[in-house]
């Protein structure tokens, strides 16, 4: 099974925009292409994002999104070799460690950008797995997912036309479910009883830290979010109760049996027959 690979890739034109401003012209790498006079192509990663912030692996691979913007020149035409824009994915461990690192390259349809002067821009889409580089899951705790785009000539071998800056963000890989605990506010009798309402209080906790969502159903009704249940009525009631945490971790229900009778005895007297003295 594979940690990541390609799921989409868009290639469109924007007409409409402008060109590099000095800033973004400073953060783009060297590079030369062929003719030796023509200027020199620009590509630039606008966004570098990892969702969700909170990851189970259990519900999937994780999204990584990179949008790029390529400034296209004369030198970038079908005469001069097929052009490709190459994503390297990394992911690091919070000491640094690269845990997974993989490149690939995302052909430009160059009947489409050539002598355009304006964006072309290019969504690239990366799925991770929660695996490393052997293919094992990798203990929770946060990482980083490292982009960065290279513009690559291909004709005659391989040549980098330009490099981009490095753009990442963090998440929490959490494959624990949380753990949901549940406080009833009076103790039944030594047959199990309760004479009165039983309130109950429900928390969870989550190694992640955050605040999962408390869930409960009581006597086969639809689940309803909350963390306080009143039973106010006599019988027997059986109740669930479980939490989702923020990475979508869902805990195996609880359940918990609450007996009530808050009802007295009371003596019948039935008539004697015969009557007394009769």
């Keep these: 099974k594979r940690s990541v690979w390609i799921d989409e890739v868009l290639l469109y034109v924007d007409r409409d925009g402008d060109s590099l401003d000095a800033e973004q012209e400073t953060q783009l790498g060297s590079g030369d292409t062929d003719p030796p006079d023509a200027a020199r192509p620009k590509l630039v990663l606008d966004l570098a994002e990892c969702l969700p912030a909170s990851y189970s692996p259990a519900l999937g691979p994780l999204r990584v999104f990179g949008e790029y913007r390529v400034l296209p020149t004369d030198g970038m035409n079908p005469a001069n070799g097929a052009f490709y824009v190459s994503q390297t994915?990394?992911?690091?461990?919070?000491?640094?460690?690269?845990?997974?690192?993989?490149?690939?390259?995302?052909?430009?349809?160059?009947?489409?950008?050539?002598?355009?002067?304006?964006?072309?821009?290019?969504?690239?889409?990366d799925l991770w797995g929660g695996t490393n580089a052997q293919g094992n899951a990798v203990e929770d705790g946060i990482y980083t997912c490292e982009i960065q785009g290279t513009l690559l000539r291909v004709k005659n071998g391989t040549k980098v036309v330009a490099v981009t800056e490095k753009k990442s963000g963090t998440v929490r890989v959490d494959s624990t479910p949380p753990v949901t605990t549940a406080a009833i506010t009076s103790e039944a009798n030594s047959n199990g009883?309760?004479?009165?309402?039983?309130?109950?209080?429900?928390?969870?906790?989550?190694?992640?830290?955050?605040?999962?969502?408390?869930?409960?159903?009581?006597?086969?009704?639809?689940?309803?979010?909350?963390?306080?249940l009143l039973l106010d009525t006599d019988g027997i009631h059986i109740g669930e109760y479980w939490s989702v945490d923020e990475a979508g971790n869902v805990e195996p229900a609880n359940r918990l049996t609450v007996r009530i009778d808050k009802t007295p005895p009371a003596i019948v007297v039935a008539s004697r027959l015969p009557a007394a003295n009769a």
């Design 193 to 228: 009883w309760h004479k009165s309402d039983v309130s109950i209080a429900l928390s969870a906790r989550d190694n992640s830290g955050g605040t999962p969502r408390v869930f409960h159903s009581l006597d086969g009704q639809p689940a309803a979010e909350g963390t306080s």
């Design 89 to 125: 994915f990394k992911v690091l461990s919070a000491s640094g460690e690269v845990v997974l690192q993989s490149a690939h390259p995302y052909a430009l349809d160059l009947s489409t950008i050539w002598n355009v002067s304006r964006y072309v821009h290019l969504s690239a889409e």
